[in-house]
């Protein structure tokens, strides 16, 4: 099987598996720079909520080591300037800040250098044990809802390749796989980037799990000939009203879902909900996705091209809310309330 881990500690630097060279070319880029991680999380090197996050928390955890190998004096404000700029990369995914909110938090008590560069490195290991621990015991409640035999579709790239761990909604599916249920996966290829046809697929065939790609707009036309059972996707942040932010087109097959009858779950780790929020930022990013993919151009460079990468999920379309401390249920605020009694990151 393939090593996908997406985000390793390496020799004292941040090593990243470079998913825009998947599936074709397995290679890792080793970052000695927090500019490197920031530039790496911002193309999409990486990808995937919780894989950003144990980025972002490594990259914190650089910082500290740079700042304390040049002999600085001022570390935490290195660390700030660092937190602000992988801040600045990806605006959706409620994982990043997150990260580096705790990474900064469990220095603040330290003073010299090689003490803040020591804590930082043992949060930021921690982020990742954590989330490998946290998919665990999600996959497990997820694969609950399957039943031998479901035709399960699926969108964007939810596995280890976006986790470190065994994936949210796709660490559902294996754990459904290997617990003896013989399940059949429907991937988007997911437009623009195609995280489906690229990603899922290849940890897809890594895992030995039945399954077949199709184009986003197929959707439909699939739920129409009653060929899928229920929908799983992840998120990249959910509110406390169980509002969704997902990979864009995630919202439509939700309504495609509810017109067929079809139930519609959202696997995520409780680091991803963001309680203080009203709103959920939509990053944009460049049209030139949309007019071609890699350097083959597939329209005009003059058309105007719109590129949201994510789009949002409201929760009366939502069956349930897959995390590691079980399934959520309507009414959200409710369920999600009770989820975080006790919780502590």
Same mark, same amino acid.
């Given at each position: 099987?393939?090593?996908?881990?997406? /985000?390793?500690?390496?020799?004292?630097?941040?090593?990243?598996?470079?998913?825009?060279?998947? &599936?074709?070319?397995?290679? !890792?880029?080793?970052?000695?720079?927090?500019?490197?991680?920031?530039?790496?999380?911002?193309?999409?090197?990486? !990808?995937?909520? &919780?894989?950003?996050?144990?980025?972002? @928390?490594?990259? /914190?955890?650089?910082?500290?080591?740079?700042?304390?190998?040049? @002999?600085?004096?001022?570390?935490?404000?290195?660390?700030?300037?660092?937190?602000?700029?992988?801040?600045?990369?990806?605006?959706?995914?409620?994982?990043?800040?997150?990260?580096?909110?705790? /990474?900064?938090?469990?220095?603040?008590?330290?003073?010299?250098?090689?003490?803040?560069?020591?804590?930082?490195?043992?949060?930021?290991?921690?982020?990742?044990?954590?989330?490998?621990?946290?998919?665990?015991?999600? +996959?497990?409640?997820?694969?609950?809802?399957?039943?031998?035999?479901? +035709?399960?579709?699926?969108?964007?790239?939810?596995?280890?390749?976006?986790?470190?761990?065994?994936?949210?909604?796709?660490?559902?599916?294996?754990?459904?796989?290997?617990? %003896?249920?013989?399940?059949?996966?429907?991937?988007?290829?997911?437009?623009?980037?195609?995280?489906?046809? !690229?990603?899922?697929?290849?940890?897809?065939?890594?895992?030995?799990?039945?399954?077949?790609?199709?184009?986003?707009?197929?959707?439909?036309?699939?739920?129409?000939? %009653?060929?899928?059972?229920?929908?799983?996707? %992840?998120?990249?942040?959910?509110?406390?009203? @169980?509002?969704?932010?997902?990979?864009? @087109?995630?919202?439509?097959?939700?309504?495609?879902?509810?017109?067929? %009858?079809?139930?519609?779950?959202?696997?995520?780790?409780? +680091?991803?909900?963001?309680?203080?929020?009203?709103?959920?930022?939509?990053?944009?990013?460049? &049209?030139?996705?949309?007019?071609?993919?890699?350097?083959?151009?597939?329209?005009?460079?003059?058309?105007?091209?719109?590129? *949201?990468?994510?789009?949002?999920?409201? *929760?009366?379309?939502?069956?349930?809310?897959?995390?590691?401390?079980?399934?959520?249920?309507?009414?959200?605020?409710?369920?999600?309330? !009770?989820?975080?009694?006790?919780?502590?990151?």
């Amino acid at each position: 099987m393939l090593d996908l881990a997406p /985000v390793r500690w390496k020799e004292g630097k941040v090593s990243i598996l470079d998913q825009r060279e998947l &599936p074709f070319s397995v290679k !890792r880029i080793d970052c000695a720079k927090v500019e490197e991680v920031a530039e790496a999380i911002r193309t999409l090197a990486v !990808r995937g909520a &919780p894989a950003i996050g144990i980025a972002a @928390g490594y990259a /914190v955890a650089l910082a500290a080591k740079n700042c304390a190998s040049s @002999g600085s004096n001022d570390c935490h404000a290195e660390l700030l300037r660092a937190g602000e700029l992988i801040k600045s990369t990806r605006p959706t995914a409620r994982n990043l800040f997150w990260a580096v909110d705790k /990474v900064l938090k469990a220095t603040e008590s330290f003073t010299a250098p090689a003490d803040i560069a020591k804590a930082a490195l043992a949060v930021a290991d921690g982020i990742l044990a954590d989330e490998v621990e946290r998919d665990s015991r999600l +996959s497990k409640f997820g694969s609950e809802v399957l039943m031998d035999g479901y +035709s399960v579709l699926t969108h964007c790239n939810t596995g280890e390749l976006a986790t470190g761990g065994m994936g949210s909604a796709l660490g559902v599916l294996k754990h459904a796989w290997a617990s %003896g249920k013989k399940i059949h996966v429907y991937a988007t290829e997911t437009r623009p980037l195609l995280q489906g046809a !690229r990603l899922t697929t290849l940890e897809l065939a890594n895992a030995g799990i039945p399954a077949t790609l199709l184009v986003d707009s197929a959707v439909g036309y699939l739920m129409q000939k %009653g060929l899928v059972n229920a929908a799983i996707v %992840g998120a990249d942040r959910i509110l406390s009203d @169980g509002s969704t932010a997902n990979k864009i @087109g995630t919202y439509a097959i939700a309504v495609l879902a509810k017109e067929h %009858g079809i139930p519609f779950y959202v696997a995520a780790p409780l +680091s991803t909900f963001d309680l203080e929020r009203s709103e959920i930022p939509i990053e944009l990013r460049s &049209p030139d996705e949309v007019r071609g993919f890699r350097s083959e151009r597939t329209a005009l460079a003059t058309i105007e091209a719109w590129n *949201p990468a994510f789009d949002i999920t409201p *929760p009366r379309l939502i069956t349930g809310i897959i995390t590691e401390s079980g399934v959520l249920r309507p009414p959200y605020r409710a369920s999600i309330a !009770r989820a975080f009694q006790g919780y502590s990151d």
